[in-house]
């Protein structure tokens, strides 16, 4: 995670959570279902304020430890999930013993990692026989006016890899398999401007970059008839992977 884009958000925790969509109950599910019986020990890395870690609780009767390089991140995941223990660490060094888990989650976060020492590292502490999960939730540019939120705000990191084809994941998990769920989040103008105080582009950009960002969006709702409390339907694109451990 050497980009230092991936180590910015905790300066926006607060907005990360209230803004963020969470992760269907089903694409988590379905990302961990190949697990071994018995599976018992996931890690959550790369973990941000608990937006995964909350449904892979709620998918699994399992220990769960999260793990992020940012410090003010953990905390927000604390206040949100009482008792999980939670370890700074990022994919490439996890603060795990080997073969210690049976399962690696990231959600998020995988476009910030070197896939080769990530996946090399993740196998390390996963259990043989045991889980990759990579997941993303992504607006769905094929909408107009959400493909010129996009362009205003400009794509993230994540969106630029999902759509050259998806994820690298190396040795020693075997070729991953994706899957998507589409569905609909109503969102209010204050909301989305949450959601792009949280980005990274525009939390390591310049105030008067921030303020061009925020001008554009204001432009793009008022031809929609987005103010007050009034909500619009956000389409999202939620991506799942999963990748088993030789």
Known sequence: MGDSRATSFGAEADNYEAARPDY??????????????????????????????RVVAEARDAEIVAIDPDA?????????????PTFLGTAESLPLPNASVDAVVLGQAW????PVAASAEIGRVVRPGGTLGLIWNA?????????????????????????????T?????????????????PMTRAQLHRM?????????????ERAS?????????AELGLDGDATIEVPYVTWAFRAQRA
Not at 24 to 50: H, I
Not at 213 to 221: A, T, V
């Open 111 to 114: 476009h910030w990692v070197d």
């Open 139 to 167: 607006r769905d540019n094929r909408v107009a006016w959400v493909r010129r939120l996009t362009a205003i705000m400009h794509a993230s990191a994540a969106e630029e890899m999902l759509d050259a084809g998806g994820p």
């Open 24 to 53: 269907p109950f089903e694409a988590v599910a379905w990302m961990l279902d190949r697990l071994p019986d018995g599976a018992r020990r996931l890690a959550d890395v790369g973990a941000g304020t608990g937006k995964l870690t």
């Open 169 to 185: 994941v190396a040795s020693p998990f075997d070729e991953p398999e994706g899957e998507r769920w589409e569905w609909r989040r």
């Open 213 to 221: 960002i925020r001008r554009g969006m204001d432009d793009l709702f």
């Open 196 to 208: 792009a105080a949280s980005r990274s582009h525009l939390i390591t950009a310049s105030e008067s």
């Open 72 to 84: 003010a991140m953990l905390a927000k995941l604390r206040e949100q999930v009482p008792g999980v």
